[in-house]
C-alpha cells in the first residue's frame, strides 16, 4: 500500500531582501497566491509588491526556483519549513535604507501648536484634571510637602553641631556618635543631621555625591532625619568591633 504524505496548512520559512541585511523567520499559508504572498512581505522586507522578484532557496541554502507565476499558490512550489525565500527589489532601493532610522525625517510640533490639539494626552489630562492639571490636588500635595518641612525645620532646630547623640533609625540597631552637620542638602529634599558615629556603623565619609558636608573617616558618616536623633549624653559605647 502506497503512503501519500499530506502537506501542512502553514509553512514556516525565513525571509531575505536585497534591502535588509537581516533574516525573518515566518510562517505562512500555503493557500495564498504568490500575488498575495508578496502583498504580504511588503510589511516584512519594505519593498513595493510589484517590484518583487522571488527566490526559493532549500533548508541547505540550495536554489529550488523562482516563485514567478502570480496566480499560483504558495504550496504549488516545493515550500517545506526552513527554506529561504529571498526577495530581489527592482524599485531602485539601497541596501540598508529602510533601516537607518537617522534618515528619516522626524515629525515636529511646537508646544503652541501641541497646546492646541484636542486629542492629545496633555488636552485629555487638562479636561480629566489629572497628574498636574488636578489643581486641588496639586495644591494639597504642595501643602503636605510644606507641613513636613516645617515640621522637619523645627526638629533640626533643636539640634546643635557638636552635640551627642543616639540615632534610632526603624529596623535597626540604635547607634551613637556626634553630630557634625544640621541642614538641608542636595542629595535629597528637607532636613538632614549629619553623623559621625563611635564605630564604623556608616555609609560614607561625611560626603555625598562628591560633596562634602563634614569631615570623618569612611564607613564613620551618615545622614538621618532630625526625628531619628535623640540628642544628650551619650558617652561612646564599646561594640567589640575591634576584638578579633
Request: proline share 4%; net charge negative; with cysteine.
Amino acid at each position: 500500500m502506497e503512503v501519500t504524505g499530506i502537506s501542512a496548512p502553514t509553512v514556516t520559512v525565513f525571509i531575505s531582501s536585497t534591502l535588509n541585511s537581516f533574516r525573518s523567520e515566518k510562517r505562512y499559508s500555503r493557500s495564498l497566491t504568490i500575488a498575495e504572498f508578496k502583498c504580504k512581505l511588503e510589511l516584512v522586507v519594505g519593498s513595493p509588491a510589484s517590484c518583487m522578484e522571488l527566490e526559493l532557496y532549500g533548508p541547505e541554502d540550495k536554489f529550488y526556483s523562482k516563485l514567478d507565476q502570480e496566480d499560483a499558490l504558495l504550496g504549488s512550489y516545493p515550500v517545506d519549513d526552513g527554506c529561504r525565500i529571498h526577495v530581489i527589489d527592482h524599485s531602485g532601493a539601497h541596501l540598508g535604507e529602510y533601516e537607518d532610522v537617522s534618515k528619516v525625517e522626524k515629525y515636529k510640533i511646537s508646544q503652541e501648536a501641541y497646546d492646541q490639539r484636542q486629542d492629545s494626552v496633555r488636552s485629555f489630562l487638562k479636561r480629566s484634571k489629572l497628574g498636574r492639571y488636578n489643581e486641588e490636588e496639586r495644591a494639597q500635595q504642595e501643602a503636605e510637602a510644606n507641613q513636613i518641612l516645617n515640621e522637619e525645620r523645627t526638629q533640626a532646630d533643636a539640634i546643635s553641631v557638636g552635640s551627642r547623640c543616639e540615632v534610632r533609625a526603624p529596623g535597626q540597631p540604635s547607634r551613637r556618635g556626634t553630630v557634625m552637620y544640621v541642614g538641608l542638602t542636595d542629595f535629597k529634599p528637607g532636613y538632614w543631621i549629619g553623623v559621625r558615629y563611635d564605630e564604623p556603623l556608616g555609609k560614607n565619609d561625611g560626603s555625598v555625591n562628591g560633596k562634602r558636608y563634614f569631615e570623618c573617616q569612611a564607613k564613620y558618616g551618615a545622614f538621618v532625619k532630625p526625628s531619628a536623633v535623640t540628642v544628650g549624653d551619650f558617652p561612646e559605647e564599646d561594640y567589640g568591633l575591634d576584638e578579633m
